[in-house]
């Protein structure tokens, strides 16, 4: 069955790089990096769901069944956000009679 | 009779008939699980994109509205659900483990964990309320702009999405409970603790969700002077 079982050191050291992500991303969000600020929030939000993902519910054991199911799932929320916003921002760039 | 059937009933726990394996069996309920989540990322992601346009229409209106809310408490409450977090992954180890009162005490610790996540986010709520943030209130008012407007969008945006991440932790502290009661009465063993390890995929999904929902939300250009 499940043959791989993380000590407790793993968990802890997860929860503390989590934790200093935290403070790291509160910290990040005062100072100045313009247009930056919200991509180095991504970026540290997106380290956290890896480190969740991967340690926290096992990915790293996981099948490849379930691997391609969790892609794909990735991918299409990827469509739904680039469809809606290439559509979004795009609309002012082509004139159109009567606008 | 009855007892013999009982008896095949719990077996069947371990192994159903249309599994060949245990682990083919573990497999399979993980995969529907990870498919669930998936709608759930779905679910979760239209607010997500709805949130994108409305702040890249009025950026400056979301970082005052953002400032408006308290990073401290948010910051504090985003720790309170990771050590949630680590606690059900250690009640999951438990139970691979077989060990039922440490499934129960993590069990436990998590449950109060989100009862106090849950808390925190009801003061916050009363605070948006006290202070008129809430779209609806008739006196209505964000201090720091003059595009109302656009300042309802933003505290829409802020309950629901919140709300919605709230509603999903009274589902999971609701299963935590039933868990907690099926643990006692000794259903789980190191070779059947799906519903644990499932359950456990929830909690930190969930706990994910507020992993963007917090910068996302509480720390728009907080360096601007407001």
């Known amino acids: 069955m499940h043959e791989h079982i993380d000590s407790v050191k793993t968990y802890a050291l997860v929860l503390l790089a989590l934790l200093a992500c935290t403070v790291l991303t509160t910290l990040v969000a005062f100072v100045d990096l313009g247009n930056f600020s919200v991509v180095a929030a991504l970026a540290i939000a997106v380290t956290k769901m890896l480190l969740v993902a991967l340690f926290f519910m096992h990915v790293r054991y996981s099948t490849v069944l379930t691997r391609l199911v969790i892609l794909g799932g990735l991918l299409w929320l990827a469509i739904l956000l680039l469809l809606i916003l290439t559509d979004f921002f795009t609309r002012g760039w082509v004139g159109f009679p009567g606008t | ?226």
């Open chain 2, 1 to 226: 009779m009855a007892s013999e059937a009982h008896a095949a009933h719990e077996e069947t726990l371990a192994l159903r008939e249309q599994f060949d394996t245990a682990e083919q069996q573990k497999d399979a309920s993980t995969l529907a699980m990870w498919i669930f989540l998936i709608t759930e990322i779905m679910f979760f992601g239209g607010m997500f994109a709805a949130y994108t346009i409305y702040r890249s229409t009025y950026p400056t209106v979301f970082a005052v509205a953002s400032a408006s809310l308290n990073v401290v408490v948010g910051a504090i409450n985003t720790c309170v659900l990771l050590l949630s977090s680590f606690t059900m992954v250690m009640a999951v180890r438990a139970s691979q483990l077989g060990q039922r009162n440490a499934i129960i005490i993590f069990l436990i610790l998590t449950l109060l964990f989100g009862g106090v996540f849950l808390g925190v986010k009801a003061y916050e709520w009363n605070e948006k309320y006290v202070e008129h943030h809430m779209p609806g209130q008739a006196a209505f008012h964000l201090e720091g702009t003059p595009l109302q407007g656009p300042a309802k969008i933003f505290f829409s945006l802020y309950f629901a999405m919140t709300g919605l991440h709230a509603l999903h932790m009274v589902v999971g502290v609701g299963i935590l409970s039933v868990l907690i009661w099926q643990t006692r009465k000794g259903k789980f063993s190191p070779e059947y603790f799906t519903p644990v390890d499932i359950a456990g995929l929830y909690w930190h999904f969930v706990d994910i969700v507020w992993i963007f929902l917090f910068p996302l939300l509480y720390l728009i250009d907080r360096h601007l002077p407001k």
